[in-house]
């Protein structure tokens, strides 16, 4: 299928995801979460007994959607490649591509669950409802991201 | 709720992977201000979901779980998801994808994932510590 391995149009892209925000709330008055999904499964890890919330089972079906589209467009492949990262000079050793992925790792989770949400929490679900939070939380990663993008750039490391 | 957020998580993942987002370098063109795909991707589908809620909410519908009636309450701006946030984004320019895509790129079989992936699940546990010092991992006696 042809069609599956071009990038989705934006304006398609977007109200379906938009439509699976609203979806959260229709079913259950729930945001969905990127880092809270996270959050829950390493709640569930580090009390196995009190049972996993939800938002494993939708942390699960992000994944089973990547593999579901993978496997129809026929782009599934086990590897570590990780596309232009792996033309920077950081990127060329295994050494420092998972040193860098881990520590990105690990800001994204601290500073998202300080905050209270990522990219999906804050930014589609929470700015939908113009919560002020969500609102000026988005504008500050939206923000910061970009900064340290271009300083990294101007480095020469990004 | 399991298997709604199951089957919404699926949906999701789908349309993130065909959308790109969790290609490296669709993020950082995003994230260099070449490509503006990704900023009008988001843009409409919060616009979507913004009309959306409002038209359930103005229709009195009801969730499907509890049937309650379909309603959402603003959040005030505290520091932490200021300060959160600057850090939130830090670590996105590093590792290219947010966690959503993350667990997409698992799906997907692109493996490197797996480091961030473990990144985000220390860094939530970090923040739960530091929030919590003594709650946040049962069973652990503090020496004092």
Avoid at chain 1, 28 to 40: E, R, Y
Avoid at chain 2, 64 to 92: L, M
Avoid at chain 2, 130 to 137: E, G, I, Q, T
């Amino acid at each position: 299928m042809d069609a599956l391995g071009t990038q989705l149009p934006w304006f398609v892209a977007g109200p379906l995801l938009g439509l699976v925000v609203v979806g959260g709330y229709w079913v259950g008055n729930q945001t969905l979460g990127g880092v809270g999904s996270f959050a829950a499964l390493q709640r569930y890890f580090a009390a196995p007994r009190e049972g996993a919330s939800w938002r494993v089972y939708f942390l699960g079906g992000l994944i089973v959607g990547g593999l579901v589209y993978a496997l129809l467009s026929g782009t599934w492949s086990a590897s570590f490649a990780y596309g232009g990262f792996d033309q920077l000079a950081v990127g060329a050793s295994p050494w420092t591509k998972a040193g860098l992925l881990l520590g990105g790792g690990l800001l994204m989770g601290l500073g998202a669950k300080h905050a209270g949400g990522c990219t999906l929490g804050h930014g589609l679900c929470g700015s939908a409802t113009l919560s002020p939070a969500s609102l000026a939380a988005t504008c500050v990663f939206m923000g910061t991201a970009v900064a340290v993008a271009h300083v990294l750039f101007f480095a020469g490391v990004l | 709720m399991k298997l709604f957020g199951a089957l919404l998580g699926v949906v999701f993942g789908f349309v993130l992977a065909w959308a790109k987002v969790s290609d490296y370098d669709t993020i950082r063109s995003m994230l260099l201000l070449q490509d503006p795909y990704v900023f009008l991707m988001m843009g409409s589908g919060v616009a979507t979901a913004f009309v959306g809620l409002r038209l359930l909410r103005k229709a009195g519908a009801t969730t499907v779980v509890g049937s309650a009636k379909v309603a959402w309450s603003p959040s005030r701006i505290e520091r932490r998801h200021i300060t959160g946030s600057v850090v939130f984004g830090a670590g996105w320019a590093l590792a290219g994808a947010c966690p959503g895509p993350v667990a997409v790129q698992l799906g997907q079989g692109r493996f490197a994932a797996v480091f961030t992936g473990l990144g985000i699940l220390g860094g939530v546990a970090l923040a739960s510590w530091l929030a919590h010092p003594r709650s946040a991992v049962p069973g652990v006696v503090q020496v004092r």
